[in-house]
């Protein structure tokens, strides 16, 4: 019995491994936290989207906030601000903030989705 | 006044008179066209401002139907068309996000404009709705304001370009008008000099005739000689000024002229004047040659180049005449005209040596008569040493 449980314990941490192994920078590092808020990823996306407009403007304002977030660069509505306040900035290296920023633009940019 | 346009104007200022009109053409046509251009441009912002209105309610609607999939882009991905117009969006770096007018180069820097018949109106939405920073729309233009254009453009085009070929020709001949009245005051003195000319010349020639030479002792054998000459160059001069004043009045009496007849015929005629010069003749005949041609203005022709051909040559020099299958030459051993000089030689009143007595009117005869017959003319000359006349057909 002993050894069945060890068994599924040991599946499992196998199965964790792989995740974080597999498992993007973005993933692993944005959307961990995202999917547990009231307000979606895709809407953080969306308000940028309706303030920088192009890809590279948006994307190094984003990088710039995931940095140094302050309360004047944020796109966060007022009242989200009181509630949540801002991030803490970000502990990932250039390489993988702008790996991580990328997969989000792929993943939500306007561009191709139209028809 | 226009009537005798031809034969009192000089090649040179006849020139001058085309590239006057050229100038004055060239620079009617270049005004026209730029005020032309204004007029289209004027007429073409007044369309696209009449249209400007209208489209910016369209694209304000769109930027409505934007802003509504902007929010619901989440559940809804279809971009919003109409059937009024065809839009694009670009984002800031005007990178095209969706377009239902396929891929074309839109002038991000214009409001509104026109290209290949369509109307292109450029909006910046407030907000970049799916990262809308350009929503262009695109609708096709009424060309009836085009037509009417094109009919306005024409008809006043034409009517002004009248108007100024009108006022040049007026122009033309307010500047003609000193120039003219110059060489009309010399024809005239010539006709009124030539006409009072002609009896006392006549009277003298025919007595010398009448005189019989072989009573006369040498002395005065000689001097009625040299009166002999100054009576036929007076003679000469008389024909060649009637020519020039009556022309117009001359009826040709075309027939077959052997040319070797003739040259012999003139040769003997000159042969006082020659002999006066002391110059040596030689006449070269190939096949017989005849030209159908009025007898009276082909003996002027020989007559002035051999006229020439002794005034300009040197005592002691030499005439050469060669008459072939197509053609005749007078060469002579004179003074030779300067090579700028030579283009000017048939402009009446033309003279390339001023030291000699005359007009300058034989080769300007010369040039009348044989443009009429469609002779060449060409003239040869080495400066100071020889000139040659070739007249070829």
């Known amino acids: ?115 | 006044m226009l009537k005798s346009w031809d034969t009192n104007l000089l090649s040179r200022e006849k020139q001058t008179l085309r590239s006057f009109f050229l100038l004055y053409t060239v620079f009617t046509i270049t005004l026209l066209s730029i005020l032309g251009a204004i007029y289209y441009n004027f007429q073409k912002d007044l369309m696209l401002q009449k249209n400007r209105l209208q489209l910016s309610y369209l694209a304000n609607e769109q930027v409505l139907r934007l802003k509504a999939l902007h929010v619901n882009f989440d559940k809804d991905r279809t971009y919003p068309r109409d059937k009024r117009f065809k839009s694009a969006i670009y984002d800031s770096s005007k990178k095209q996000i969706f377009s239902t007018f396929g891929k074309k180069h839109i002038d991000f820097n214009e409001v509104i404009y026109m290209e290949d018949s369509k109307i292109y109106l450029i909006k910046e939405p407030e907000s970049y709705y799916l990262g809308t920073k350009y929503l262009v729309l695109e609708v096709p233009s009424n060309n009836a304001w085009l037509s009417k254009v094109y009919k306005t453009l024409a008809l006043y085009g034409v009517a002004i370009f009248l108007l100024m070929m009108v006022f040049g020709y007026f122009l033309l001949k307010l500047l003609l008008r000193p120039m003219r009245e110059a060489i009309e005051l010399l024809d005239r003195f010539i006709k009124d000099t030539t006409h009072e000319l002609n009896t006392p010349v006549n009277a003298i020639m025919s007595n010398i005739e009448m005189i019989d030479k072989n009573t006369l002792d040498d002395k005065l054998a000689k001097k009625i000689k040299r009166i002999d000459i100054g009576a036929r160059t007076v003679s000469n001069l008389y024909q060649d000024l009637t020519y020039l004043t009556l022309a117009h009045k001359i009826v040709s009496k075309d027939e077959n002229v052997d040319l070797e007849e003739l040259l012999k015929e003139r040769i003997e005629y000159f042969s006082l004047f020659c002999e006066s010069k002391k110059l040596r003749v030689r006449l070269t005949c190939g096949a017989k040659t005849t030209l159908h041609i009025d007898r009276k203005k082909i003996t002027k022709v020989v007559d002035n180049l051999l006229s020439n051909a002794v005034k300009y040559n040197k005592v002691k020099g030499s005439i050469d005449i060669k008459l072939g299958k197509n053609y005749f030459e007078v060469k002579d051993s004179g003074r030779g005209i300067e090579k700028a000089k030579i283009s000017e030689m048939f402009d009446r009143y033309a003279r390339a040596d001023e030291s000699v007595g005359g007009f300058g009117i034989g080769l300007s005869i010369v040039s009348m008569i044989a443009s009429e017959y469609a002779l060449h003319v060409e003239i040869n000359s080495e400066f100071k040493k020889w000139t040659k006349v070739k007249i070829w057909w």
């Open chain 1, 1 to 115: 019995m002993d050894k069945g449980k060890d068994m599924v314990v040991k599946f499992l941490i196998v199965a964790l491994l792989q995740v974080a192994i597999f498992a993007s920078i973005y993933e692993t590092n944005c959307m961990e936290c995202h999917k547990s808020m009231p307000v979606k990823i895709d809407k953080f996306f969306y308000r940028y989207l309706l303030k920088y407009s192009s890809e590279e403007n948006l994307k190094s304002a984003l990088t710039e906030y995931l940095k140094h977030p302050t309360k004047e660069k944020t796109i966060l509505q007022a009242g989200l601000l009181n509630r949540f306040g801002i991030k803490k900035p970000t502990t990932l290296n250039d390489k993988e903030l702008k790996e991580a920023v990328d997969e989000y633009w792929e993943i939500y940019k306007v561009f191709g989705k139209l028809k």
